[in-house]
Each structure stands twice: as structure tokens, then as C-alpha cells.
């Protein structure tokens, strides 16, 4: 592990923290507010997994106030994933003091490579992962029963599953971020190898709905996801090497 090279004191990084997490909530806050005026049309976008498993195609609610909740709700997770390209450059910002100079021209790769990351784990749940866990939940045990999802209920787990599946995919560049300030290193990845896919399974199997398909649908990506990370850690060790023996 190496010292940073930018000199601030703790009370200093966590200052920059707070700033950092003001900005961020800031524009989430005014995201929030465009997808509020949006709400709806979004809505309709959010309840296409699961409308053709619903009665009518349609969800319920049982308290005057759970639409209205539904909509801010929704806008705010809307919101989040909207303002995705401000909030991880924040935290490009943040962890940017501890690397060298030559590896901080690589801000736009990290930015560019968080958006994507983290927008195709917000496409891979809501294409792939939500439809499939769907169709495996609602046609289990026969057709005679029927189900009954209120607004809240569903809301809820489709922002935990979109967000977390988004949250996931970032894994290569936190682990690629880690080793570029030395805190990790290839060989630690791949001798905890074991450990990391131990770890995975039972993250995937806790925020995952309870089906061995949804589990490895995240399992298998986050494993793959893994496993680049070690190349791309063991690349800027290679790429570190010359310049730390000159």
C-alpha cells in the first residue's frame, strides 16, 4: 500500500466527502423533480414486467396515499439512475487524489466505464432478470390462483433489483480503482478467488428473488464481471512497473 501524494489530512478527505455527497444529492434532487413530471409515462415503462402477469394488466393499492407515494418514489429512483453520470464523477473526483498523476488521465475511461457499467446492470435487470423471475414466480404452482401486487410491493422490489443489479456491475471498476492505489493487488484477487465467489453467491442469493435461475443470473456476470477485474488490476501493475523502477 502506498501514501497518497496529495497531502490532506483526514479531516480534509472527509470534508471533500461531504461535498462531494452534497453535490451528489443535489442532483439527484433536481433529477428527481424532471422524472416527477415524467411520472407517469415512466410508470408505464416500470410496470412492463410484470404487466402481463397481473389481472388487467394493472397493479392495486389499498391506501389513499400509495399512489402518490408510488410517483415519488419511483421519481426517485428514476432520479438516481438519471443523475448517474454526476454521482460516480463525484466519486471519480474523490478517489483521484490518491492516484498518480499518469493515472489520472484516465478520468474519462472511469467516468465513461461507471456510466455504462452501471446503466447495462440497470438494462440486464429490467430485460433479462425481472421477465424471467416473473414468468418463473407467477406461473409456479398452477394457474388457479391469481395474484394481487399492490403498487408499494412492486416498487419496491424493482428498485432494490434494478439498483443493486446496477450497484453490482460497477464491482470491476472498485476493485480496478482499489489496485490502481494499491490497496489490492492481482495476485490477492486471484489467491481470494474462492472467498470472492463464495461471497458473490450469497449476495446474489440474498437480493435476488428466491429461484436458483434469478441467483445465477447475477452470479454468472458477477463472476465473469471478477475475473476481468484481475486482468485489468495485473494490466496497470505491468504499466506501473517501468515507471516505479525508473
Not at 49 to 60: D, F, R, S, W, Y
Not at 89 to 95: D, E, G, I
Not at 105 to 130: D, H, P, R
Not at 208 to 230: A, H, N, Q, R
Amino acid at each position: 500500500m502506498r501514501d497518497s501524494p496529495d497531502g490532506l489530512t483526514l479531516v480534509d478527505h472527509l470534508a471533500e466527502l461531504r461535498d462531494r455527497l452534497v453535490r451528489s444529492a443535489w442532483a439527484i434532487a433536481i433529477c428527481t423533480g424532471v422524472c416527477l413530471a415524467f411520472s407517469e409515462q415512466i410508470f408505464d415503462i416500470v410496470r412492463h414486467p410484470i404487466v402481463a402477469h397481473v389481472p388487467g394488466g394493472g397493479l392495486v393499492f389499498t391506501n389513499p396515499m400509495d399512489k402518490f407515494l408510488a410517483h415519488m418514489k419511483l421519481s426517485l429512483v428514476a432520479g438516481v439512475i438519471l443523475a448517474c453520470p454526476v454521482w460516480i464523477y463525484q466519486v471519480w473526483k474523490f478517489v483521484a487524489p490518491g492516484l498518480y498523476s499518469h493515472e489520472k488521465k484516465y478520468s474519462v475511461i472511469f467516468i465513461g466505464a461507471g456510466i455504462v457499467l452501471f446503466l447495462t446492470g440497470v438494462s440486464f435487470a429490467y430485460f433479462l432478470v425481472l421477465p424471467t423471475a416473473f414468468e418463473f414466480l407467477f406461473t409456479f404452482g398452477g394457474s388457479v390462483d391469481k395474484p394481487l401486487i399492490t403498487i408499494s410491493e412492486y416498487l419496491s422490489f424493482f428498485a432494490t433489483m434494478t439498483l443493486v443489479f446496477g450497484a453490482s456491475f460497477e464491482l470491476p471498476l472498485v476493485l480496478v480503482v482499489l489496485g490502481a492505489i494499491g490497496l489490492i493487488s492481482s495476485q490477492t484477487l486471484r489467491e481470494k478467488r474462492r472467498y470472492a465467489i463464495l461471497a458473490l453467491a450469497t449476495l446474489s442469493a440474498v437480493i435476488t428473488p428466491p429461484d436458483v435461475l434469478s441467483m445465477l443470473m447475477l452470479l454468472i456476470p458477477m463472476m465473469f464481471l471478477y475475473e476481468v477485474s484481475i486482468l485489468l488490476v495485473r494490466l496497470i501493475e505491468t504499466r506501473r512497473s517501468p515507471k516505479a523502477n525508473s
